[in-house]
Protein backbone atom coordinates (compact mmCIF):
# COMPACT_ATOMS: atom_id res chain seq x y z
CA UNK A 1 0.00 0.00 0.00
CA UNK A 2 2.63 2.56 0.84
CA UNK A 3 4.37 1.80 -2.41
CA UNK A 4 1.03 2.60 -4.54
CA UNK A 5 0.66 5.79 -2.37
CA UNK A 6 4.38 6.79 -3.10
CA UNK A 7 3.64 5.49 -6.85
CA UNK A 8 0.24 7.03 -6.78
CA UNK A 9 2.16 10.80 -6.10
CA UNK A 10 5.10 10.20 -7.94
CA UNK A 11 2.40 9.78 -11.21
CA UNK A 12 0.05 12.99 -10.15
CA UNK A 13 3.09 15.32 -9.72
CA UNK A 14 4.35 14.23 -13.03
CA UNK A 15 0.81 14.98 -14.76
CA UNK A 16 0.50 17.95 -13.61
CA UNK A 17 3.65 19.01 -15.03
CA UNK A 18 2.18 17.77 -18.28
CA UNK A 19 -0.92 18.71 -17.97
CA UNK A 20 0.56 22.88 -17.52
CA UNK A 21 2.17 22.07 -20.75
CA UNK A 22 -1.10 20.03 -22.83
CA UNK A 23 -3.57 22.97 -21.64
CA UNK A 24 -1.80 25.78 -23.47
CA UNK A 25 -1.45 23.25 -26.76
CA UNK A 26 -5.22 22.00 -26.55
CA UNK A 27 -6.75 25.49 -25.92
CA UNK A 28 -4.03 26.38 -28.66
CA UNK A 29 -5.17 24.05 -31.18
CA UNK A 30 -9.11 23.67 -30.34
CA UNK A 31 -9.56 27.87 -30.42
CA UNK A 32 -6.79 29.00 -33.41
CA UNK A 33 -6.30 25.11 -35.43
CA UNK A 34 -2.93 26.04 -34.88
CA UNK A 35 -0.59 22.72 -34.33
CA UNK A 36 2.16 24.47 -32.30
CA UNK A 37 5.48 22.52 -32.49
CA UNK A 38 7.30 25.18 -30.57
CA UNK A 39 5.49 24.67 -27.53
CA UNK A 40 7.99 23.09 -26.18
CA UNK A 41 10.80 25.57 -27.10
CA UNK A 42 8.23 28.29 -24.75
CA UNK A 43 8.28 25.23 -21.41
CA UNK A 44 12.14 25.15 -21.74
CA UNK A 45 12.33 29.13 -21.85
CA UNK A 46 10.56 28.98 -18.99
CA UNK A 47 12.89 26.76 -17.40
CA UNK A 48 15.74 28.88 -18.18
CA UNK A 49 14.30 32.13 -17.20
CA UNK A 50 12.63 31.24 -14.24
CA UNK A 51 15.83 29.08 -12.68
CA UNK A 52 18.36 31.57 -13.36
CA UNK A 53 15.65 34.90 -12.02
CA UNK A 54 15.48 32.18 -9.23
CA UNK A 55 19.60 31.66 -8.68
CA UNK A 56 19.67 35.76 -9.05
CA UNK A 57 16.99 37.10 -6.69
CA UNK A 58 16.91 33.98 -4.35
CA UNK A 59 13.40 33.75 -4.71
CA UNK A 60 11.42 30.85 -6.52
CA UNK A 61 7.99 32.76 -6.04
CA UNK A 62 10.06 35.56 -8.42
CA UNK A 63 11.55 33.00 -10.74
CA UNK A 64 7.68 31.57 -11.27
CA UNK A 65 6.98 35.14 -12.56
CA UNK A 66 9.76 36.12 -14.43
CA UNK A 67 8.74 32.82 -16.44
CA UNK A 68 5.30 33.84 -16.97
CA UNK A 69 6.66 37.30 -18.02
CA UNK A 70 8.93 35.28 -20.39
CA UNK A 71 6.26 33.12 -21.72
CA UNK A 72 3.86 36.21 -22.56
CA UNK A 73 6.30 37.92 -24.13
CA UNK A 74 7.33 34.96 -26.68
CA UNK A 75 3.78 34.11 -26.98
CA UNK A 76 3.19 37.59 -28.11
CA UNK A 77 5.78 37.94 -30.60
CA UNK A 78 5.07 34.37 -31.98
CA UNK A 79 1.90 34.90 -32.42
CA UNK A 80 2.54 38.42 -34.31
CA UNK A 81 5.23 37.07 -36.33
CA UNK A 82 5.10 33.32 -36.56
CA UNK A 83 1.61 31.90 -36.15
CA UNK A 84 -0.70 35.12 -37.60
CA UNK A 85 0.91 34.49 -41.37
CA UNK A 86 0.09 30.89 -41.58
CA UNK A 87 -3.52 30.55 -40.28
CA UNK A 88 -5.65 27.92 -41.67
CA UNK A 89 -2.70 26.39 -43.32
CA UNK A 90 -1.17 23.00 -41.05
CA UNK A 91 1.59 22.31 -43.64
CA UNK A 92 3.02 25.57 -42.78
CA UNK A 93 2.69 25.40 -39.26
CA UNK A 94 4.21 22.31 -38.69
CA UNK A 95 7.49 23.65 -40.98
CA UNK A 96 7.54 27.05 -39.22
CA UNK A 97 6.83 25.78 -35.84
CA UNK A 98 9.39 23.13 -35.75
CA UNK A 99 11.82 25.60 -37.13
CA UNK A 100 11.10 27.77 -33.88
CA UNK A 101 11.47 25.37 -31.99
CA UNK A 102 14.86 24.42 -33.28
CA UNK A 103 15.81 28.19 -32.85
CA UNK A 104 14.30 28.34 -29.41
CA UNK A 105 16.58 25.67 -28.28
CA UNK A 106 19.32 26.74 -29.69
CA UNK A 107 19.09 30.29 -28.35
CA UNK A 108 19.20 28.82 -24.89
CA UNK A 109 22.39 27.77 -25.46
CA UNK A 110 23.72 31.29 -26.83
CA UNK A 111 21.98 33.29 -24.09
CA UNK A 112 22.49 30.44 -21.33
CA UNK A 113 24.99 28.32 -22.35
CA UNK A 114 25.06 24.86 -24.01
CA UNK A 115 26.10 22.76 -20.53
CA UNK A 116 23.62 21.38 -18.27
CA UNK A 117 22.37 23.22 -15.22
CA UNK A 118 21.54 21.25 -11.98
CA UNK A 119 18.46 22.82 -10.19
CA UNK A 120 17.94 22.31 -6.45
CA UNK A 121 14.90 22.03 -5.11
CA UNK A 122 13.91 25.89 -3.16
CA UNK A 123 14.97 25.21 0.79
CA UNK A 124 11.39 25.83 1.33
CA UNK A 125 9.78 22.80 -0.55
CA UNK A 126 12.81 20.59 -0.11
CA UNK A 127 12.75 18.03 2.17
CA UNK A 128 10.06 15.16 2.78
CA UNK A 129 7.22 13.88 5.59
CA UNK A 130 7.23 10.57 6.90
CA UNK A 131 3.26 9.30 7.51
CA UNK A 132 3.88 5.71 8.62
CA UNK A 133 6.49 4.25 6.45
CA UNK A 134 5.40 6.01 3.74
CA UNK A 135 7.84 9.17 2.40
CA UNK A 136 6.38 12.32 0.88
CA UNK A 137 8.45 14.44 -1.16
CA UNK A 138 7.28 17.93 -0.41
CA UNK A 139 8.06 19.63 -3.76
CA UNK A 140 5.45 17.01 -5.65
CA UNK A 141 3.01 17.90 -3.17
CA UNK A 142 3.66 21.43 -4.21
CA UNK A 143 3.58 20.34 -8.15
CA UNK A 144 0.33 18.40 -7.34
CA UNK A 145 -1.53 21.51 -5.49
CA UNK A 146 -0.40 23.87 -8.02
CA UNK A 147 -1.41 22.09 -11.18
CA UNK A 148 -4.75 21.80 -9.06
CA UNK A 149 -4.91 25.63 -8.45
CA UNK A 150 -4.42 26.08 -12.23
CA UNK A 151 -7.09 23.65 -13.39
CA UNK A 152 -9.41 25.22 -10.84
CA UNK A 153 -8.67 28.93 -12.00
CA UNK A 154 -8.90 28.35 -15.42
CA UNK A 155 -12.18 25.84 -15.36
CA UNK A 156 -13.10 29.26 -13.37
CA UNK A 157 -12.43 31.59 -15.85
CA UNK A 158 -13.56 29.21 -18.72
CA UNK A 159 -16.78 28.94 -17.17
CA UNK A 160 -18.21 31.64 -14.97
CA UNK A 161 -16.27 34.73 -17.17
CA UNK A 162 -17.15 36.44 -20.53
CA UNK A 163 -14.01 35.71 -21.85
CA UNK A 164 -13.99 32.02 -20.96
CA UNK A 165 -17.10 31.97 -22.80
CA UNK A 166 -16.14 33.65 -25.67
CA UNK A 167 -13.04 31.47 -25.22
CA UNK A 168 -15.13 27.90 -25.44
CA UNK A 169 -17.59 29.53 -28.36
CA UNK A 170 -14.55 30.07 -30.10
CA UNK A 171 -13.20 26.34 -30.12
CA UNK A 172 -16.74 25.39 -31.54
CA UNK A 173 -17.54 28.21 -34.46
CA UNK A 174 -15.20 30.62 -35.03
CA UNK A 175 -17.03 32.65 -37.71
CA UNK A 176 -20.55 32.63 -35.44
CA UNK A 177 -18.43 34.35 -32.54
CA UNK A 178 -17.04 37.01 -35.34
CA UNK A 179 -20.36 37.38 -36.58
CA UNK A 180 -21.83 38.00 -33.23
CA UNK A 181 -19.21 41.38 -33.18
CA UNK A 182 -15.71 39.86 -31.71
CA UNK A 183 -12.83 40.27 -32.59
CA UNK A 184 -11.65 36.46 -32.63
CA UNK A 185 -8.17 37.56 -33.60
CA UNK A 186 -7.84 39.78 -30.21
CA UNK A 187 -8.98 36.33 -28.87
CA UNK A 188 -6.09 34.00 -30.37
CA UNK A 189 -3.54 36.25 -29.37
CA UNK A 190 -4.51 36.21 -25.47
CA UNK A 191 -4.99 32.52 -25.84
CA UNK A 192 -2.17 32.00 -27.33
CA UNK A 193 -0.01 34.42 -24.71
CA UNK A 194 -1.40 32.08 -22.64
CA UNK A 195 -0.67 29.15 -23.41
CA UNK A 196 2.62 30.05 -24.00
CA UNK A 197 2.65 30.97 -20.46
CA UNK A 198 1.45 28.13 -18.97
CA UNK A 199 3.89 25.98 -20.95
CA UNK A 200 6.51 28.42 -19.42
CA UNK A 201 5.38 27.71 -15.77
CA UNK A 202 5.36 24.03 -16.56
CA UNK A 203 8.91 24.36 -17.22
CA UNK A 204 10.35 26.59 -14.09
CA UNK A 205 8.69 24.06 -12.00
CA UNK A 206 9.84 20.98 -13.99
CA UNK A 207 13.29 22.20 -13.40
CA UNK A 208 13.60 21.31 -9.64
CA UNK A 209 11.80 17.89 -10.10
CA UNK A 210 14.08 16.48 -12.88
CA UNK A 211 17.23 18.50 -11.05
CA UNK A 212 18.83 19.59 -14.37
CA UNK A 213 17.64 21.48 -17.48
CA UNK A 214 18.83 21.67 -20.84
CA UNK A 215 18.06 23.01 -24.06
CA UNK A 216 16.83 19.69 -25.45
CA UNK A 217 14.09 19.33 -23.05
CA UNK A 218 11.54 20.66 -24.06
CA UNK A 219 10.90 18.74 -26.98
CA UNK A 220 10.66 15.56 -24.58
CA UNK A 221 7.89 17.06 -22.94
CA UNK A 222 6.56 18.69 -25.76
CA UNK A 223 5.70 15.33 -27.36
CA UNK A 224 4.10 13.94 -23.77
CA UNK A 225 2.49 17.03 -23.61
CA UNK A 226 1.05 16.29 -27.68
CA UNK A 227 0.13 12.24 -26.62
CA UNK A 228 -1.78 13.99 -23.87
CA UNK A 229 -3.92 16.50 -25.80
CA UNK A 230 -4.63 13.52 -28.81
CA UNK A 231 -5.50 11.28 -25.88
CA UNK A 232 -7.54 13.94 -23.58
CA UNK A 233 -9.43 15.26 -26.95
CA UNK A 234 -8.27 18.54 -28.55
CA UNK A 235 -9.38 21.37 -27.15
CA UNK A 236 -10.61 19.42 -24.30
CA UNK A 237 -9.21 21.46 -21.23
CA UNK A 238 -10.94 18.54 -18.66
CA UNK A 239 -9.77 16.13 -21.22
CA UNK A 240 -6.02 17.13 -21.02
CA UNK A 241 -5.89 16.86 -16.94
CA UNK A 242 -7.67 13.55 -17.44
CA UNK A 243 -4.93 12.30 -19.82
CA UNK A 244 -2.21 13.66 -18.10
CA UNK A 245 -2.59 12.42 -14.64
CA UNK A 246 -3.60 8.96 -16.70
CA UNK A 247 0.11 9.48 -18.87
CA UNK A 248 1.75 10.31 -15.49
CA UNK A 249 0.39 7.43 -13.20
CA UNK A 250 0.80 4.67 -16.24
CA UNK A 251 4.38 5.86 -16.47
CA UNK A 252 5.31 5.73 -12.90
CA UNK A 253 3.95 2.49 -12.31
CA UNK A 254 5.49 1.04 -15.27
CA UNK A 255 8.70 2.50 -14.80
CA UNK A 256 8.30 0.17 -11.51
CA UNK A 257 6.68 -2.80 -12.21
CA UNK A 258 7.55 -3.41 -15.97
CA UNK A 259 10.39 -1.25 -16.04
CA UNK A 260 10.63 -2.10 -20.11
CA UNK A 261 7.60 -0.92 -20.84
CA UNK A 262 7.59 2.85 -19.23
CA UNK A 263 8.50 4.48 -22.21
CA UNK A 264 5.87 2.51 -24.44
CA UNK A 265 3.01 3.12 -22.15
CA UNK A 266 1.89 6.84 -23.45
CA UNK A 267 2.01 5.23 -27.18
CA UNK A 268 0.39 2.32 -26.32
CA UNK A 269 -2.74 4.30 -24.35
CA UNK A 270 -2.91 6.71 -27.42
CA UNK A 271 -2.86 3.76 -29.63
CA UNK A 272 -5.88 2.45 -27.59
CA UNK A 273 -7.60 5.72 -27.67
CA UNK A 274 -6.72 6.52 -31.04
CA UNK A 275 -8.81 3.00 -32.27
CA UNK A 276 -12.14 3.26 -29.79
CA UNK A 277 -12.64 6.98 -29.77
CA UNK A 278 -10.29 8.87 -32.48
CA UNK A 279 -11.67 12.30 -31.50
CA UNK A 280 -10.42 11.83 -27.71
CA UNK A 281 -10.98 10.52 -24.36
CA UNK A 282 -13.40 14.32 -24.47
CA UNK A 283 -14.38 16.42 -26.93
CA UNK A 284 -14.92 20.04 -27.91
CA UNK A 285 -18.12 19.75 -30.01
CA UNK A 286 -17.72 21.73 -32.85
CA UNK A 287 -20.53 23.77 -34.47
CA UNK B 1 -40.59 57.15 -48.70
CA UNK B 2 -38.82 54.16 -46.59
CA UNK B 3 -34.74 54.79 -46.48
CA UNK B 4 -32.16 52.76 -47.61
CA UNK B 5 -30.09 51.16 -45.16
CA UNK B 6 -28.35 48.55 -47.25
CA UNK B 7 -26.91 49.24 -50.44
CA UNK B 8 -25.48 45.99 -52.33
CA UNK B 9 -23.37 47.72 -55.70
CA UNK B 10 -22.58 45.59 -58.54
CA UNK B 11 -20.74 43.04 -55.62
CA UNK B 12 -18.24 40.28 -56.99
CA UNK B 13 -17.07 37.56 -54.74
CA UNK B 14 -14.30 34.87 -54.89
CA UNK B 15 -14.22 32.17 -53.06
CA UNK B 16 -10.82 30.35 -53.80
CA UNK B 17 -10.88 29.83 -57.24
CA UNK B 18 -14.48 30.03 -57.80
CA UNK B 19 -16.01 33.30 -58.87
CA UNK B 20 -19.57 33.19 -57.33
CA UNK B 21 -20.85 36.53 -57.42
CA UNK B 22 -20.68 38.18 -60.46
CA UNK B 23 -22.77 41.47 -60.09
CA UNK B 24 -25.11 41.66 -57.38
CA UNK B 25 -27.03 44.63 -56.94
CA UNK B 26 -29.46 44.70 -54.21
CA UNK B 27 -31.44 46.97 -51.45
CA UNK B 28 -33.22 46.81 -48.30
CA UNK B 29 -34.63 49.56 -47.25
CA UNK B 30 -36.05 50.44 -43.80
CA UNK B 31 -38.85 48.22 -41.78
CA UNK B 32 -38.95 46.40 -44.53
CA UNK B 33 -38.51 42.40 -45.43
CA UNK B 34 -35.96 41.85 -48.38
CA UNK B 35 -36.28 38.38 -49.81
CA UNK B 36 -33.33 37.27 -52.05
CA UNK B 37 -35.11 34.56 -54.15
CA UNK B 38 -33.00 31.83 -56.64
CA UNK B 39 -32.40 28.37 -57.43
CA UNK B 40 -29.91 26.36 -55.19
CA UNK B 41 -26.49 27.44 -55.89
CA UNK B 42 -27.29 30.57 -57.46
CA UNK B 43 -25.84 32.88 -54.65
CA UNK B 44 -28.13 34.04 -51.74
CA UNK B 45 -25.85 32.59 -48.70
CA UNK B 46 -22.48 34.08 -50.39
CA UNK B 47 -24.73 37.17 -50.65
CA UNK B 48 -25.14 37.36 -46.96
CA UNK B 49 -21.99 36.14 -46.41
CA UNK B 50 -20.63 38.97 -48.07
CA UNK B 51 -22.86 41.08 -46.41
CA UNK B 52 -21.40 40.11 -43.01
CA UNK B 53 -17.88 40.17 -44.51
CA UNK B 54 -17.30 36.25 -43.60
CA UNK B 55 -16.76 36.10 -47.62
CA UNK B 56 -15.62 39.87 -48.30
CA UNK B 57 -16.22 40.82 -51.87
CA UNK B 58 -13.73 41.08 -54.42
CA UNK B 59 -15.22 44.21 -55.78
CA UNK B 60 -18.29 46.49 -55.55
CA UNK B 61 -19.54 48.29 -52.96
CA UNK B 62 -21.73 47.24 -49.94
CA UNK B 63 -23.07 50.43 -47.81
CA UNK B 64 -24.81 50.30 -44.54
CA UNK B 65 -26.51 53.30 -43.47
CA UNK B 66 -24.19 55.64 -45.60
CA UNK B 67 -21.26 53.82 -44.97
CA UNK B 68 -19.14 51.83 -46.75
CA UNK B 69 -18.98 48.82 -44.95
CA UNK B 70 -17.15 46.44 -48.22
CA UNK B 71 -13.97 45.90 -46.77
CA UNK B 72 -14.39 46.03 -42.98
CA UNK B 73 -13.99 43.02 -40.85
CA UNK B 74 -16.91 40.60 -39.63
CA UNK B 75 -17.08 41.95 -36.09
CA UNK B 76 -16.82 45.56 -37.40
CA UNK B 77 -19.37 45.35 -39.40
CA UNK B 78 -21.76 43.29 -36.72
CA UNK B 79 -21.08 46.14 -34.16
CA UNK B 80 -22.35 48.41 -36.34
CA UNK B 81 -25.99 46.63 -36.06
CA UNK B 82 -26.26 43.91 -38.47
CA UNK B 83 -27.25 40.70 -37.04
CA UNK B 84 -26.46 37.27 -38.52
CA UNK B 85 -28.70 33.60 -38.90
CA UNK B 86 -26.77 31.65 -40.92
CA UNK B 87 -28.07 28.28 -42.49
CA UNK B 88 -27.03 26.07 -40.19
CA UNK B 89 -28.21 28.33 -36.97
CA UNK B 90 -24.55 28.49 -35.87
CA UNK B 91 -25.14 27.56 -32.38
CA UNK B 92 -22.69 26.83 -29.94
CA UNK B 93 -23.17 23.36 -29.42
CA UNK B 94 -22.00 22.52 -25.74
CA UNK B 95 -23.10 25.55 -24.43
CA UNK B 96 -26.28 26.24 -22.28
CA UNK B 97 -29.23 28.69 -24.33
CA UNK B 98 -28.00 30.95 -21.57
CA UNK B 99 -24.64 31.07 -22.59
CA UNK B 100 -25.30 30.97 -26.18
CA UNK B 101 -27.38 34.27 -25.48
CA UNK B 102 -24.39 35.63 -23.49
CA UNK B 103 -21.72 35.46 -25.74
CA UNK B 104 -24.29 37.42 -28.24
CA UNK B 105 -24.57 40.24 -25.57
CA UNK B 106 -22.21 42.95 -26.05
CA UNK B 107 -23.63 44.67 -23.02
CA UNK B 108 -25.91 44.43 -20.64
CA UNK B 109 -28.07 48.06 -20.73
CA UNK B 110 -31.28 48.36 -19.48
CA UNK B 111 -32.12 48.42 -23.38
CA UNK B 112 -30.82 45.15 -24.27
CA UNK B 113 -32.59 43.56 -21.36
CA UNK B 114 -35.61 44.72 -22.32
CA UNK B 115 -34.74 43.34 -25.82
CA UNK B 116 -33.63 39.36 -24.07
CA UNK B 117 -36.95 39.94 -22.37
CA UNK B 118 -39.24 40.73 -25.70
CA UNK B 119 -37.28 37.74 -27.70
CA UNK B 120 -37.82 35.30 -24.46
CA UNK B 121 -41.79 36.34 -24.78
CA UNK B 122 -41.29 35.88 -28.39
CA UNK B 123 -39.63 32.09 -28.13
CA UNK B 124 -41.28 31.24 -24.86
CA UNK B 125 -39.53 28.05 -25.46
CA UNK B 126 -35.95 29.52 -24.67
CA UNK B 127 -36.93 30.53 -21.25
CA UNK B 128 -38.34 27.31 -20.53
CA UNK B 129 -34.79 25.58 -21.80
CA UNK B 130 -32.89 27.91 -20.70
CA UNK B 131 -30.11 25.83 -19.17
CA UNK B 132 -30.23 22.99 -21.89
CA UNK B 133 -27.42 22.36 -24.05
CA UNK B 134 -27.76 24.36 -27.10
CA UNK B 135 -26.85 21.08 -29.08
CA UNK B 136 -29.78 19.41 -27.25
CA UNK B 137 -32.63 21.76 -29.07
CA UNK B 138 -34.79 20.64 -31.76
CA UNK B 139 -34.56 22.03 -35.32
CA UNK B 140 -37.34 24.65 -34.82
CA UNK B 141 -36.02 25.61 -30.94
CA UNK B 142 -32.60 25.92 -32.53
CA UNK B 143 -33.75 28.12 -35.08
CA UNK B 144 -35.54 30.37 -32.73
CA UNK B 145 -32.18 30.75 -30.36
CA UNK B 146 -30.38 31.60 -33.84
CA UNK B 147 -32.47 34.43 -34.07
CA UNK B 148 -32.33 35.41 -30.83
CA UNK B 149 -29.32 36.05 -30.50
CA UNK B 150 -28.80 37.90 -33.16
CA UNK B 151 -31.50 40.17 -32.19
CA UNK B 152 -30.89 40.88 -28.57
CA UNK B 153 -27.55 43.65 -29.26
CA UNK B 154 -28.87 46.34 -30.95
CA UNK B 155 -29.57 44.83 -34.83
CA UNK B 156 -31.06 47.73 -37.42
CA UNK B 157 -30.70 44.57 -39.60
CA UNK B 158 -31.05 41.03 -39.54
CA UNK B 159 -29.65 38.94 -42.38
CA UNK B 160 -31.68 35.60 -41.75
CA UNK B 161 -30.31 32.75 -44.21
CA UNK B 162 -33.35 29.68 -44.61
CA UNK B 163 -35.13 29.46 -41.46
CA UNK B 164 -37.29 27.31 -43.19
CA UNK B 165 -34.79 24.71 -43.55
CA UNK B 166 -35.79 21.48 -42.66
CA UNK B 167 -39.08 22.37 -40.20
CA UNK B 168 -42.26 20.82 -39.85
CA UNK B 169 -45.04 22.62 -41.44
CA UNK B 170 -46.29 23.68 -37.71
CA UNK B 171 -42.49 24.84 -36.97
CA UNK B 172 -42.20 26.96 -39.82
CA UNK B 173 -45.69 28.11 -38.69
CA UNK B 174 -44.26 29.82 -35.62
CA UNK B 175 -40.92 31.28 -37.34
CA UNK B 176 -43.01 32.84 -39.48
CA UNK B 177 -44.94 34.63 -37.07
CA UNK B 178 -41.42 35.34 -34.81
CA UNK B 179 -40.27 37.11 -38.47
CA UNK B 180 -43.21 39.30 -39.06
CA UNK B 181 -43.00 40.08 -35.13
CA UNK B 182 -39.26 41.05 -35.57
CA UNK B 183 -40.41 42.85 -38.59
CA UNK B 184 -41.68 45.77 -36.26
CA UNK B 185 -38.75 46.54 -34.30
CA UNK B 186 -36.01 45.90 -37.36
CA UNK B 187 -35.28 45.95 -40.68
CA UNK B 188 -34.83 42.25 -42.50
CA UNK B 189 -32.77 40.40 -44.84
CA UNK B 190 -34.19 37.01 -45.46
CA UNK B 191 -32.71 34.10 -48.00
CA UNK B 192 -35.64 31.77 -48.60
CA UNK B 193 -36.28 28.73 -50.80
CA UNK B 194 -39.94 28.34 -49.47
CA UNK B 195 -41.45 30.66 -51.74
CA UNK B 196 -45.07 30.50 -50.07
CA UNK B 197 -42.68 32.08 -46.78
CA UNK B 198 -41.10 34.09 -48.85
CA UNK B 199 -44.34 35.77 -50.44
CA UNK B 200 -46.21 35.79 -46.96
CA UNK B 201 -43.42 38.07 -44.91
CA UNK B 202 -41.54 39.75 -47.63
CA UNK B 203 -41.97 42.94 -48.94
CA UNK B 204 -39.58 43.02 -51.63
CA UNK B 205 -37.77 40.80 -53.49
CA UNK B 206 -34.42 40.33 -55.47
CA UNK B 207 -34.27 37.07 -57.30
CA UNK B 208 -30.38 36.19 -57.94
CA UNK B 209 -29.38 33.63 -60.94
CA UNK B 210 -25.89 32.30 -61.08
CA UNK B 211 -24.53 34.85 -59.15
CA UNK B 212 -25.96 37.83 -60.72
CA UNK B 213 -28.82 40.06 -60.06
CA UNK B 214 -31.68 39.16 -62.53
CA UNK B 215 -34.69 40.85 -61.26
CA UNK B 216 -36.53 43.11 -58.05
CA UNK B 217 -39.40 44.35 -57.37
CA UNK B 218 -42.37 44.59 -54.90
CA UNK B 219 -43.19 41.16 -53.47
CA UNK B 220 -46.82 41.53 -55.02
CA UNK B 221 -45.87 41.73 -58.76
CA UNK B 222 -44.02 38.43 -58.34
CA UNK B 223 -46.76 36.74 -56.69
CA UNK B 224 -48.81 38.23 -59.87
CA UNK B 225 -46.17 36.77 -62.58
CA UNK B 226 -46.12 33.54 -63.23
CA UNK B 227 -43.50 33.38 -65.85
CA UNK B 228 -40.96 34.93 -63.61
CA UNK B 229 -41.42 32.31 -60.93
CA UNK B 230 -41.14 29.38 -63.35
CA UNK B 231 -37.97 31.02 -65.79
CA UNK B 232 -36.04 31.77 -62.10
CA UNK B 233 -37.86 29.63 -59.00
CA UNK B 234 -38.95 26.66 -61.05
CA UNK B 235 -42.65 26.97 -59.94
CA UNK B 236 -46.13 28.40 -60.63
Known amino acids: ?65 AAIITGLILGFIMEKLIIKPVYGNHVQQIL ?94 FVFMTGAALAAVAGVLMAPYSGAIYAELGMEYAILAFIVVVIGGMGSFQGSLFAAILVGLAGSFMAYYVPYLSLAVNMIIMAVVLIFRPQGLFTAAKG | MMTSLLKLDNIHTHIGQYHILQGVHFEAKEGEVSVL ?53 GIFAQLSVEENIKVAMRKETDESKEKLEYVLNLFPDLKKFWKKAGGNLSGGQKQMLAMARAFVNDSKLLLIDEPSKGLAPIVIEKVMEAIIEMKKRTTIVLVEQNFIMASKIGDSFTLIDDGKTVHHGQMKELIADDELKHKYLGIG
Do not use: C
Not at chain 1, 130 to 153: A, T
Not at chain 2, 49 to 67: C, D, E, H, R, Y
Open chain 1, 96 to 189: ITLGTMLVLQEMIKVFFGPNVVAVKVPELLAGSWQVGDIIIIKYRIFIIIFGFIVFGLFHYILTRTKIGLIVRAGVMNKEMVQALGINIKRIFL
Open chain 2, 37 to 89: LGRNGAGKTTTLKTIIGLTPASSGTVTFINGDITKKPTYDIANLGIGYVPEDQ
Open chain 1, 1 to 65: MDLIISLVINGLATGMLIFLLAAGLTLIFGLMDVLNFAHGGLFVWGAYAGIFSYAYTGSFTLGII
